[in-house]
């Protein structure tokens, strides 16, 4: 299958055209700014590619005050506000693993240093408390506003960079997780460790996995009626889809409900095997910078994503079988309303020219994903990020 990654000029272009008129001098949001300095914000934060270097407009830092954990809601006050335009920098964290209880062992048993993403899980274990109706899901960063989203619209989000904060990454297999969860009897953590240059990670001598970094949870706020819902089953508004395609040069689209759109991100991943069957990826703080539009000509329903190559579109159930058919309905239309074919027509392209994956297996709603290749639609031209 082709790459999903971008190329060298398409991510030059991009840069270029996002350059144009150049970025205003780099501004840290007030909840940050006591944190983190300018100086220090510049030399990580910056996307570069090649000879073209993005300084975010925000950097949202991983700090107890701009976490939640484990839910979405119209009501969950934002942590920080952006303009439609504006590139993102906003860090994640692991917990996999890491006890909440004297967190710090984790660290000394596994040789690992206490480094910053490391003293972030830390303080947040202090402060950040559950959803009191007992809601549960990940530790998210976020919400964030963005200014001029309104229901109806659509928010694009442009995958920029997606950088490991740390040197490791955790995967666990425990009882009654995952999909083999009824044969599992003990639980066991294993700490996936980098090799920067392979680009791979290993927790023993002999298995190299290629590291390719992605978020689990992307998500917008669903609307107003639905209340505060958790993070661990993906919906409409996205979420906990883990998608392993949204990789850096990748674009996810979300339907917005609710003003504001209200941007959480986490759930962080090193790699990810197709369907996740343990549970978990290989859980790592990572940092993610994005570029926020909001698309007031194009109106969706589900969530859907886009690679240089591929229009990729997701079908959710908890039912597996009806996950399948759900992204078949949405790959056909798509093909029929937004490429011009009929339904037959559109039909029988999927059947002989588009993949169908499984997602996920792990999160109670199960996912599916449609791999619509951009190269079969052969008298079409598809402009990517220019």
């Not at 706020?221 to 949204?246: A, C, F, Q, T, W």
């Not at 798509?334 to 039909?347: H, S, Y």
């Amino acid at each position: 299958m082709a790459t999903d990654k971008p190329t060298q000029n398409q991510r030059r272009n991009f840069l270029k055209n996002a350059a144009k008129g150049g970025i205003a001098a780099l501004s840290l949001s007030s909840i940050a700014a006591s944190a983190f300095s300018v100086e220090k914000h510049i030399s990580k934060g910056a996307v570069d590619s090649g000879d073209i270097t993005i300084k975010p407009d925000h950097l949202i830092r991983s700090v107890p005050e701009n976490m939640v954990w484990g839910y979405y809601g119209a009501d969950v006050p934002p942590v920080a506000t952006v303009k439609d335009g504006d590139i993102v920098e906003i860090q994640t964290i692991n917990t996999t693993g890491v006890p909440r209880r004297n967190p710090e062992d984790f660290y000394k048993t596994n040789n690992l240093p206490l480094d910053e993403q490391a003293l972030d899980i830390i303080e947040i274990y202090k402060k950040v408390k559950p959803e009191p109706s007992g809601l549960s899901g990940h530790m998210l960063t976020g919400p964030i506003f963005i200014d001029g989203a309104e229901p109806g619209d659509t928010l694009e989000v442009r995958i920029l960079d997606i950088v490991p904060r740390s040197g490791f990454g955790v995967n666990a297999v425990w009882p009654k997780g995952g999909e083999l969860g009824d044969v599992v009897t003990t639980r066991e953590n294993f700490v996936y460790k980098y090799d920067k240059k392979k680009r791979v990670a290993s927790f023993k001598e002999g298995i190299e996995i290629p590291v390719k970094p992605f978020m689990g949870v992307m998500a917008v706020s669903p609307g107003p009626e639905k209340g505060r819902v958790s993070s661990i089953p993906p919906g409409y508004y996205g979420g906990n889809m883990d998608l392993k395609h949204l990789v850096k040069g990748t674009t996810l689209y979300l339907p917005v409900s609710t003003k504001g759109a209200l941007f959480t991100t986490g759930d962080c991943h090193a790699a990810q095997g197709t369907g996740e069957i343990s549970g978990v990826a290989i859980e790592a703080s990572l940092s993610l910078t994005v570029k926020f539009i909001v698309r007031k000509d194009m109106h969706i329903k589900q969530v859907r994503a886009e690679s240089p190559t591929h229009f990729i579109l997701l079908g959710l159930d908890p039912d597996l079988s009806k996950a399948m058919k759900n992204a078949a309905t949405e790959a056909v239309n798509f093909i029929k309303d937004d490429l011009g074919f009929t339904f037959n027509e559109a039909l029988s392209i999927c059947s002989t020219g588009v993949d169908f994956e499984v997602t996920q297996v792990v999160d109670q709603t199960l996912g599916a994903n449609a791999m619509v290749p951009k190269s079969i639609f052969t008298n079409k031209t598809f402009p990517y990020w220019s």
